[in-house]
């Protein structure tokens, strides 16, 4: 099993930055290369892609919407991603979820992923 945690949403204005962590842990978490994303669900929307990473960042995928603002990157040492978001506009607030794709194709199809997080509210206000 894969357990992951997120953290580091919080209410920002328009404008501004935040930083997610997702924190991965569980034996399977080292049986694999895992590649690690992020999507989002807002209210009254299906969950969306935002960015994926493989498991030695070689490869970053991005949705159209979030490219140039947001930045994903991991830390294999502490079993970490990240996910940089600046620039953040009124239309990011969602709650954001971490995900793990056990074969490691950084898609941004959600149906790929095997593990998902509890998830992270990100408000930002006008």
């Known amino acids: 099993q894969v357990q992951l945690v997120e953290s580091g949403g919080g209410l920002v204005q328009a404008g501004g930055s935040l930083r997610l962590s997702c924190a991965a842990s569980?034996?399977?978490?080292?049986?694999?290369?895992?590649?690690m994303a992020w999507f989002r669900q807002a209210p009254g929307k299906t969950r969306e892609f935002v960015a994926a990473i493989t498991r030695n960042s070689f490869r970053a995928n991005y949705a159209d919407s979030v490219k140039g603002r947001f930045t994903i990157s991991r830390d294999n040492a502490k079993n970490t991603v990240y996910l940089q978001m600046n620039s953040l506009k009124p239309e990011d607030t969602a709650v954001y979820y971490c995900a793990a794709d056990r074969s490691n194709q950084a898609t941004g199809d959600l149906d790929e992923y095997d593990y998902w997080g509890q998830g992270t509210q990100v408000t930002v206000s006008s």
């Open positions: 569980g034996r399977t978490f080292s049986m694999y290369p895992f590649a």
